[in-house]
């Protein structure tokens, strides 16, 4: 309300995606297209069992068959999967066992993003294992986890390494025909993270993975699996950014997450891949399958930041299949200028007495569209199956959409189905009120929206949440006028 | 401290002031009344920089210096407060959070560094106690189901927190029960001294009982239509507003 419309233009003009540099690293990337010979040329060049080889064959043979699915609410031009590169990776291949060894240019684009290692391993304790175009090339605090018999480690080498999970799990909650990006990935994902927490063991550090895409026109298939073992805890961080490209990148990751009894599982999400730009040209595709699975008494707790992509497709879900096991679904959503987003969760009830809960904040601005989208499924057999939805939007400007389609099946009499929703606009009254303290139009809508996504900042591990605040305020900035 | 020269504002077209004149010196009390309508929320709006409002004509100086063009934000920095008749609700944002947030805007505004979280605590714990406020209160998320009594006393809190050069109270009054009002006024007095002003708007003369003014002022039809000292509050008490309108007839 402060802004004239010309002010408003120059704000969004200077808003350019902060990140938006990319690395020059020799890479090794294949040909575009898609076919039996890449499939089996990924696998090759991942020096991979045959079982693995034989697996992402008939993924891909599934995924021949299937369509690209249109349900959700956005737009966008299809991505031609022939013209697409499917396996790029930094040229220095070897491992790193300290800092020193890596790549400085590699290192200054981390320092570009501001997570330095050094102060990541100091700071927070946080062992980090990072994907940099599909490939980790460091991993660190390896041998403290390995203490408590923790494995961390890219999927690659776990494949290798610890095929006997892999082998086991993979796949098991995300089913290779599941639906198309799952089966796209399942073909040929070309890296992502492993995690195995022993039976009974508290992992003592917060485990966290930086992705990032940086080769023009590569897709990134990031393939991620979380064992937690019965009784065991650990707290996973997924963190993200991508340099900012003309062409549209896409992104199609699938996550699994397996918590066996008793075990716990807390899986925070910041997401701020190049959005496009303030026209709405280029960003990010992100087409995400993300599921957990709860044993018995077993817990998953899902956190969510989405403020990038130029189109988000992604809800990640609890099987509720053990008895008095509970599923948690906490997420912010910003879309600004023309960024659409369709997410949400599904939380599917089949043991008795589960538990879940989905609170779901959802922030529009510009010409974005928001969308949340959610299923809740209780089984014939779940007695006593509770739900509390609460999915609450927060519109900025009157050229955005906020939109809500919750999906609730109830196949048992005993259940508890609580749904509440709420749409709010950030008033002129609200922003004067502000200004009048002395608090600018930003810092007033950056501290709005902040409240407004309370309950969900408070679920992030700390060090988290002040970068999630941060890029709140980012996202936003210059979007009322 | 404050002077007003020829002041004509407008909402849509509407002129809503009509030529206010009104000089304000640092260490006075300033009452305006008037009946609905008359302005006086429009006054108090316009002195802190409501956008909505397009000043036509005259000017509004604060210690001397001309505030046109001047941001709502900025003109807070200069300290001017403005204590709303309607708080806002901010779901989520912690009263602490909020003049956290309040106070060091305008320090950074002036080049300062961010206050000391000590020296913070220590300036939260002075005035919560200087207006009877319970500490939890201040953990609650700004206004949002505060009673009107809560809203009101909330403004003053951070009138106290902010320490302008110029506090207008806008119908502070409105809402209060007899022992919330003697705490506001409480209040507002012990943070009187001789180097700021205020200027208190009411529709009764109530709220003077507790905050004395040096001067009053009666505003009608956007125009200031009678001045003088705290004996005219209670004329108007008695005669009523018709009384006035009666005798300022064009």
């Known amino acids: ?40 040329a990924i696998s090759k060049k991942k020096e991979e069992p045959e079982w693995m080889t034989l697996w992402r064959l008939e993924s891909f043979k599934i995924w021949k068959e299937m369509v690209e699915p249109e349900w959700a609410n956005v737009k966008y031009k299809k991505p031609d999967f022939q013209a697409i590169s499917y396996y790029s990776a930094p040229n220095k291949k070897p491992k790193y066992e300290s800092l020193d060894e890596v790549d400085p240019e590699l290192l200054d684009t981390f320092k570009k993003l501001g997570i330095s290692l050094d102060e990541q391993k100091k700071l927070a304790g946080v062992a980090v294992d990072i994907v940099m175009d599909s490939v980790s090339v ?24 610890h095929p006997e999970l892999v082998k086991k799990y993979i796949g098991s909650v995300v089913p290779q025909k599941d639906n198309f990006y799952a089966a796209l990935n399942s073909a040929v994902f070309s890296d992502g993270s492993f995690c195995y927490i022993p039976k009974g063991v508290r992992c003592p550090m917060e485990l966290s993975t930086y992705f990032r895409i940086n080769q023009a026109g590569t897709g990134q298939f990031e393939r991620t699996l979380v064992i937690a073992d019965e009784g065991s805890y650990v ?10 490209r003309d062409e549209n990148q ?39 399958t993300k599921r957990g699975l709860c044993e018995k008494n077993a817990k998953i707790s899902w956190t969510q930041v989405e403020t990038g992509s130029a189109v988000t497709w992604k809800y990640p879900s609890c099987i509720l299949k053990g008895d008095n096991s509970i599923g948690e679904f906490y997420s912010i959503a910003v879309t600004n200028n023309f960024q659409q987003a369709d997410t949400g969760t599904k939380m599917v009830h089949l043991g008795k007495n589960t538990k879940s809960t989905i609170i779901s904040k959802g922030i529009s601005a510009g010409k974005s569209q928001n969308s949340y989208r959610g299923l809740v499924q209780v089984n014939s057999r779940a007695d006593n199956a509770r739900n509390f939805s609460q999915c609450d939007s927060l519109l900025m400007g009157n050229e955005c959409g906020a939109h809500t389609f919750p999906y609730i099946e109830v196949k048992n009499k005993s259940a508890q189905i609580e749904h509440e929703a709420t749409t709010s606009k950030i008033g002129e009254d609200q922003i004067f009120y502000c200004n009048q303290r002395g608090i600018d139009t930003e810092k007033a809508i950056a501290l709005i929206v902040n409240g407004f996504s309370k309950e969900v900042l408070n679920k992030l591990p700390m060090e988290f949440a002040v970068e999630a605040q941060k890029l709140l305020e980012i996202s936003l900035e210059g979007s009322v006028g | ?22 000089t304000v010196n640092a260490g006075e009390v300033h009452a305006i009344m008037g009946p609905n309508g008359s302005g006086k929320s429009t006054l108090a709006a316009v002195i802190a920089g409501k956008e909505e409002f397009e000043v036509t004509e005259g000017e509004v100086f604060l210690e001397g210096e001309n505030l046109e063009d001047t941001s709502p934000e900025d003109r807070a920095h200069k300290g001017v407060f403005l204590s709303f008749q309607y708080p806002v609700e901010i779901p989520g944002v912690s009263v602490t959070n909020f003049m956290k947030t309040a106070i060091n805007e305008s320090r950074k505004a002036k080049g300062l560094e961010d206050m000391p979280a000590k020296d913070m605590l220590k300036l939260i714990r002075e005035k919560s106690e200087l207006l009877e406020i319970d500490r939890k209160f201040l953990s609650r998320s700004l206004n949002e189901g505060f009673s009107g009594g809560e809203k009101k006393r909330n403004e003053i809190f951070q009138m106290a927190m902010l320490e302008p050069k110029l506090a207008i109270l806008d119908e502070t009054d409105s809402g209060l029960d007899i022992d919330a009002l003697r705490i506001v006024a409480n209040g507002v007095n012990k943070l009187k001294s001789k180097d700021n002003a205020v200027i208190v708007i009411t529709h009764y003369q ?18 200031i239509v009678k001045s003088g000292n705290k004996d005219l509050a209670l004329e108007l008490e008695e005669k009523g507003y018709d009384w006035l309108k009666q005798e300022t007839v064009i």
């Open chain 1, 138 to 161: 460091a991993t660190t605090f390896k041998k403290t986890l390995a203490e408590k018999g923790i494995i961390f480690c890219s999927i690659s080498e776990a494949i290798k390494e």
């Open chain 2, 206 to 223: 109530r709220l003077l009982e507790y905050i004395v003014p040096d001067f009053v002022h009666v505003l009608h039809n956007g125009k």
């Open chain 2, 1 to 22: 401290m404050l002077k007003i020269n020829n002041l004509h504002a407008s909402v849509e077209d509407k002129e809503i002031l009509k030529g206010i004149n009104l």
């Open chain 1, 1 to 40: 309300m402060a802004y004239t419309e010309e002010e408003l233009k120059k704000e969004l003009e200077t808003k350019e995606y902060e990140y938006g540099f990319y690395t020059d690293i020799e890479s090794d990337t294949f040909p575009n297209g898609l076919n039996e010979e890449i499939v089996i």
């Open chain 1, 235 to 244: 707290s996973y961080l997924e963190g993200c950014t991508a340099p900012s």
């Open chain 1, 250 to 288: 896409l992104h199609a990751a699938v996550v699994e997450l397996i918590a066996l009894d008793d075990a716990e599982i807390k899986y925070s999400t910041v997401q701020n891949w190049f959005p496009g730009n303030k026209d709405g040209q280029g960003g990010v595709f992100n087409f995400v």
